[in-house]
């Protein structure tokens, strides 16, 4: 048995609901993989919870506390009012930081100074945070290498959808020529609506907020954003470049109309939003923009807010991974699953 002590940074939806998961399949992940996943510290905005001893913080005890509103810095004997992240990161011995804080595309925000941090500490990192990796991956993966540090970032890369498991793991000995994606579930939705129901692009947008799968400020999702940052790090990883937003062209959905999508279907193509990342030339191009598939193609058969990755190899054909939760729960358990294949 392999005791594992995590400090976990942001306590917001993702967060609980890896706290929940930990507390409810703990038991489960000792018996099976042979790992006893401790706290050793849950730090939010204003401040932290941190274990008194190396069996970590009662869980259990901790997740009925915020279901009650309760912020962690205010738990029992364990609340350390004001300690920053940072901090708990200097002061604490961990193998693992899980970084779930909002994502902050602008410098990175304070994910970037934890993400540092730990791996001056010689942690594992495991993250549902892109913004570190996507604005400062080569400077991170370069200084991982340095620590021996393994970077886990299948949570921001369409969270449950594991489209890095697939392209590292399960594609591991072949040569990858294309990965070519549907990797956000709001404009999924909206195209799919436009098609199948004859929605219009307003109406459909306003569905998918009020079912929340697209935020009340869609502009993120629907210009391309989001898709373009999961197609960097994917690159990233999979073809092993340090790839920036500079290196990816993007175009979102807010131009495809109504008519569009009844002319491609005219012609047996279906309209999505596709991220690619294509190696020509021994170069590798990226770029994100609505593509008219052919009906039978992969991609064209996923609805709704579903997601999916297609890769083409050399040895393997092509492989199309496609589902997915897009939620909290996803993401956490994606968090889970990297956790896991970290230290088994």
Do not use: W
Request: glycine content about 12%; charged content about 20%.
């Amino acid at each position: 048995m392999k005791t594992i002590k995590i400090i976990l940074i942001g306590c917001g939806g993702v967060g609980k609901e890896f706290l929940q998961l930990i507390a409810d399949r703990g038991k489960e992940v000792k018996e099976k993989y042979g790992l006893n996943l401790v706290f050793s510290a849950v730090v939010d905005l204003g401040g932290a919870s941190v274990a008194e001893s190396g069996s970590g913080l009662p869980v259990s005890e901790l997740v009925d506390f915020l279901k009650q509103g309760n912020q962690v810095q205010t738990f029992s004997r364990y609340g350390k009012p004001g300690i920053t992240g940072r901090a708990i990161i200097s002061q604490l011995d961990a193998d693992v930081l899980v970084e779930a804080t909002p994502t902050n595309l602008v410098d990175g925000g304070p994910a970037k100074e934890h993400v540092f941090a730990a791996i001056d500490r010689g942690m594992e990192i495991v993250s549902a945070n892109k913004g570190p990796f996507v604005l400062f991956y080569e400077e991170v993966f370069k200084k991982a290498q340095q620590k021996g540090c393994g970077l886990h970032i299948s949570a921001a890369t369409a969270a449950a959808l594991p489209t890095l498991d697939v392209g590292l793991t399960c594609l591991a000995g072949t040569r990858v020529s294309l990965a070519q994606g549907i990797l956000n579930g709001t404009t999924n939705y909206i195209l799919s609506e436009m098609r199948n129901n004859n929605t219009p692009y307003d109406i459909a947008l306003k569905q998918a907020q009020e079912l929340g799968v697209a935020e009340t400020d869609p502009s993120y999702d629907v210009e391309g954003k989001d898709t373009a940052n999961k197609v960097v790090l994917i690159a990233n990883q999979v073809f092993g470049k340090t790839l920036t937003l500079a290196d990816i062209t993007v175009k979102g959905i807010t131009g495809v109309t109504q008519e569009d999508i009844e002319n491609a279907g005219k012609h047996g193509k279906v309209i999505k939003l596709i991220g690619t990342a294509e190696m020509i030339d021994n170069e590798v191009r990226l770029s994100v923009g609505p593509e008219s598939l052919d009906e039978n193609h992969p991609l064209a058969l996923v609805n709704g807010s579903e997601k999916a990755i297609t890769y083409m190899t050399d040895t393997m054909g092509s492989i199309t991974v496609m589902g997915g939760k897009s939620s909290p729960v996803g993401a956490a358990a994606a968090v889970l699953k990297d956790l896991i294949n970290a230290f088994k």
